[in-house]
């Protein structure tokens, strides 16, 4: 997931099960840039070069009909995290694993603004008895500043911003909807009235699962 492409053609993405950072050359070969733990998601260049990472905190996998895939939440999960890579070297450090003395719950994508902070989603996490509430959050690259933008969200999975950076959407997954909030400063929406959880853009027919948006 979260596919980065880079000035000399390469892609950075995450791959989730196998807990990496890696880089995809032009020529198909993958290298691993940092071992990174949990269930590396969401991933973006930050203003400092530096790979920011959504860290859900891990999956139980399974395996049907031959495909692979997450179905809940594995016995050594701690708690989800924002991660910054230095793509050169590979090191890296957890910048926020809370807010607000709460836990991060499953951090999934990441989009950056004009002016440098980054708003992401947490998509929370779930087991055979309960599934967290997620949020949407906005939080500055140095570790200095985190706070919740909107909650209480069902799923919240992708999030984009319009061009002119004035608007932020969240698609979330179990429900088919994409919200819509203006922006009215950096990380703060405008207040929804009568309780809405947002300017409601679309619902999906059927059943449709909704993931990330660009």
């Given amino acids: 997931e979260g596919p980065v492409t880079m000035a000399d053609g390469s892609v950075i993405l995450v791959e989730i099960r196998r807990q990496t950072l890696s880089r995809v050359s032009v020529d198909g070969k993958i290298d691993v ?3 990174l733990g949990g269930g590396p998601n969401g991933a973006a260049v930050g203003p400092d070069g530096m790979i920011y990472v959504c860290n859900n905190g891990g999956f139980v996998w399974t395996t049907e009909g031959g495909i692979t895939r997450p179905i809940g939440t594995p016995e050594d999960y701690v708690s989800g995290s924002i991660q910054r890579v230095d793509p050169a070297t590979g090191t890296f450090e957890t910048i926020y694993d809370s807010c607000d003395g709460v836990p991060l719950r ?3 994508d990441i989009v950056f603004d004009e002016h440098g902070g980054f708003y ?10 309960y599934v967290h ?3 949407f959050y906005y939080a500055q690259t140095d570790g ?3 706070n919740r933008v909107h909650a209480p969200m069902i799923t919240p999975n992708g999030i984009g911003l319009s061009p002119d950076d004035k608007t932020v959407h969240v698609a979330e997954t179990r429900t088919g909807r994409v919200w819509s909030y203006d922006l009215i400063a950096p990380g703060q929406i405008a207040p929804q009235p009568f309780g809405m959880p947002g300017r409601l853009v679309t619902t999906l027919p059927e059943y449709q699962l909704l993931d990330s948006l660009a």
């Fill in 120 to 129: 992401f989603t947490d998509l929370g996490k779930s087991n055979a008895e």
């Fill in 144 to 146: 200095s500043s985190i």
């Fill in 33 to 35: 840039i940092a071992q």
């Fill in 133 to 135: 509430h997620g949020a």
């Fill in 106 to 108: 499953g951090p999934n």
